[in-house]
């Protein structure tokens, strides 16, 4: 009967207009009736279900939720998992209040997307968009309230797996990225049945990780902090991001779990943060090992920095009622929290309906529907990039003889990527199937050529994690041998080769980031057929492919592209889709580079071949193999000068860039179209360049556009030594090309 009433009441205020003072009125009398530890039962996330990144602490979940233990759960999907836990928590527990589900829906739900690497190189902030809703509406069908995504993590570092998860290294792309992704999952309102609640993470500076080594400690400036790492979590707050988590790295020598400053000095006061912060799977806990003290220390620092929900540790349920009897947590902090997550709950309608958007009906027309698989399809094509493509070698002719040779031709396994949800690997479209409904009756030859990998330690480490890499029985020289057998008998060669997905994602980190195994071994070997050699790659970072980019005639990077990865592939190696895809992150010569990164500073002493005190190696270009933003087409572009509507650019004034940008080639295709900026002086030192504008133009053989940025004073600004934000008068160069490595350029002052 109390719960009817309940459920009655948030309904008739969910109708109401005046939304947040009804929302304070209900969570008012809803914690009005609870008590200290129910309060603190809001604020624990316990995993149940099957996908987990670190020990299951979690015991006897269904006997929390009916003590009011327990404010939402992770891992538990479909319809039928989800309504059973939820019946418990709303007949069961004294108050009757609704479970948060959470899950991991990185790049897809079930329909598999680009892992978000590859997405981001599609520049297409529409399209990621779209995939947030369409993402959002299959994943809420299956029972899920809350997604941890987007990981909005800068990132230079290509030794580090979880690249793959996040949109590149720079700042202001990474930020356009994470504002269309939040808009895509929230839809602006929550309390819509197929919106779900995005979580920014790691909330902060994950992607800075020392030497690339997963979890590791980050220290930087503060002015690199705001300037080059915090804009993109920034740009997703302010596009209304209703949840953000802490990460597992230390911030001036204080884990971000427990930095008061960051949680609540910057992202609350500062940035007017109002939603709800959780922490990274047992973050509370591992703030021992960082080193700040016992168990209840870890949970009290937790609390008081402004954390609101603990996931996994336990720690919060276990130590925070003592504390609050101490009076060393607030009973104030700890009704702050209970009542961020009451907030959520109420915003997504779940006291109106704890079962809000599911049903097994909705669940079998919206799961992998005709229009997903489509979108993911077309996701796939655009995220595709072309690094190299000599002699036109692609795209190819089908009356050719082709030998396609690689561990990953048939694969289905590692196309979806790392993350990947509740992504069946085996509804995913390899390469093979895909070319054989293409060209039916196809006569392309075949041959495996080398494992994966072949350490076998490796091997294990990853099957361990699902990995499912199933060693060749015959020896790499067979397997060699069957291959160059094979490629003799061809006209062209296509090696498809890379990384198995448990290469990158969470724990993932390299120390080489070459192709494993005896993959250049066979490629050296094709090579040595005289025969041209396209390199299809599948993998969750930038690699070094100096060696394949000086030996190879093509090499298409198709990350792991979902569901459609083999559909989109063959495509696109055919010429029925043109690649448009371009790079979000360097790829380095070598690992000795790194970190390699386009906006980086000019110093007192740049690069000058001739002089030998200035900033080089001497084993290695300063230049990277591919730059961030590269990327070739099977059309040519031509990029007229940069024209500016006025040389000077004053206070609240503006002026445009423009150049007219011409297909030149033989077939429609489309360009993105890129502009920098550099801040020739400053009271701080700039970049030598920063991307500032992006736009897409779709051409014909033949047609030219005109694109034409504005620019103003407000994107000229930066942080200063005061950390202020501001823009400084003085020189500034306009760069606008295909590529960072743009040398295309005109000069303007602003005058303020
Ligand atoms: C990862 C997060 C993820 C969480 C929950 C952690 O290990 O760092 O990105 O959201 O697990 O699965």
Not at 24 to 30: A, N, S
Not at 209 to 227: P, V
Not at 533 to 538: A, F, S, Y
Not at 564 to 581: E, K, W, Y
Request: aromatic share 8%; hydrophobic share 40%; proline share 5%.
């Amino acid at each position: 009967m109390k719960k009817m009433f309940l459920f009655l009441t948030a309904a008739l205020f969910i109708s109401c207009s005046s939304h947040k003072s009804e929302m304070d009125k209900f969570v008012d009398d809803l914690m009005g009736q609870m008590t200290l530890e129910e309060k603190i039962g809001q604020l624990h996330l316990p995993t149940v279900g099957f996908d987990v990144t670190g020990p299951r602490l979690s015991e006897a979940v269904e006997q929390k939720i009916k003590d009011g233990q327990v404010g939402g759960v992770f891992n538990t999907y479909t319809p039928n998992a989800v309504r059973k836990l939820q019946e418990l928590a709303v007949t069961q527990s004294r108050l009757h209040i609704p479970l948060l589900f959470g899950y991991d829906v990185i790049h897809g739900h079930r329909t598999i997307y680009p892992v978000p690497l590859g997405l981001s190189a599609t520049w297409d902030t529409e399209l990621i968009r779209r995939i947030a809703v369409a993402v959002a509406d299959e994943a809420s069908a299956d029972g899920i309230h809350w997604t941890f995504s987007p990981m909005v993590d800068i990132a230079r570092d290509p030794r580090w797996g979880r690249v793959s998860e996040g949109a590149g290294e720079d700042p202001f792309l990474g930020a356009e990225i994470a504002r269309a992704m939040v808009q895509g999952y929230e839809q602006g309102d929550l309390s819509k049945p197929n919106a779900i609640m995005s979580c920014i993470k790691h909330f902060a500076l994950y992607g800075a990780a020392e030497a690339g080594r997963d979890y590791n400690t980050t220290d930087m400036s503060r002015l690199r902090m705001f300037n080059e790492y915090l804009p993109p979590y920034k740009a997703a707050v302010e596009a209304g991001a209703s949840s953000i988590m802490t990460s597992f790295n230390e911030i001036d020598g204080i884990p971000a779990t427990g930095n008061r400053w960051l949680l609540t000095d910057l992202l609350r006061r500062q940035w007017g943060f109002s939603g709800l912060v959780v922490t990274d799977y047992t973050a509370i806990a591992e703030m021992e090992n960082h080193g700040v003290g016992d168990k209840a220390q870890a949970a009290a620092m937790a609390i008081n920095a402004g954390v609101d929900m603990d996931m996994v540790s336990e720690y919060f349920i276990d130590e925070l009622p003592a504390l609050a009897k101490a009076g060393k947590v607030k009973q104030t902090t700890i009704d702050a929290a209970c009542r961020r997550i009451l907030e959520a709950k109420y915003k997504l309608g779940l006291f109106a309906d704890p079962y809000r958007g599911i049903n097994e009906e909705r669940a079998a027309t919206q799961i992998m529907n005709t229009e997903k698989l489509a979108l993911s399809k077309e996701a796939a094509v655009k995220s595709i990039v072309l690094l190299k493509n000599d002699h036109r070698t692609l795209p190819l002719d089908a009356s050719k003889k082709i030998a396609f040779i690689g561990p990953l031709v048939h694969d289905r396994c590692n196309l979806i990527g790392n993350w990947s949800a509740a992504g069946n690997p085996q509804q995913a479209v390899s390469l093979w199937s895909a070319l054989e409904n293409k060209f039916a009756g196809n006569t392309f030859l075949y041959a495996k050529g080398c494992n994966l990998i072949d350490d076998a330690t490796l091997r294990d480490k990853l099957n361990q994690h699902g990995g499912n890499i199933i060693p060749d029985s015959r020896s790499p020289q067979q397997l060699l041998a069957e291959a160059l057998q094979t490629a003799r008998r061809a006209d062209i060669i296509v090696a498809v080769l890379g990384e198995p997905f448990g290469m990158s994602g969470e724990a993932a980190s390299r120390s080489h980031i070459d192709l494993p195994g005896h993959q250049q071994a066979l490629l050296k070997a094709l090579k040595e057929t005289g025969k041209p050699v396209v390199l299809v790659l599948m993998n969750g970072r930038p690699l070094t492919l100096t060696w394949e980019h000086d030996h190879l005639d093509a090499i298409l990077e198709t990350w792991y592209a979902g569901t459609r990865a083999g559909d989109a592939i063959a495509d696109v190696l055919f010429g029925d889709a043109n690649p448009s895809g371009k790079l979000t992150m360097t790829f380095p010569r070598n690992v000795g580079q790194i970190p390699v990164y386009y906006n980086h500073k000019n110093t007192g002493r740049p690069f000058n071949d001739k002089e030998k005190y200035t900033s080089k190696y001497l084993d290695v270009s300063n230049e990277p193999l591919y730059p961030f933003g590269h990327g070739l087409s099977y059309t040519q572009f031509t990029c007229s000068a940069v024209q500016l509507s006025d040389t000077t650019l004053t206070a609240a004034g503006s002026i445009t860039a423009s150049v007219t940008i011409a297909n030149s080639g033989d077939c429609a295709g489309e360009e993105t179209v890129q502009l920098y900026i550099r801040d020739c002086t400053g009271s701080i030192t700039r970049p030598v360049k920063e991307l500032k504008g992006f736009q897409k133009v779709a051409l014909q053989p033949g047609e030219s556009r005109q694109i034409t940025f504005t620019i103003t004073p407000e994107a000229l600004k930066f942080y200063n030594a005061d950390l202020l934000l501001t823009a400084e008068p003085g020189e500034f160069w306009v760069f606008i090309g295909g590529s960072s490595a743009t040398e295309n350029k005109a000069t303007f002052t602003l005058s303020l």
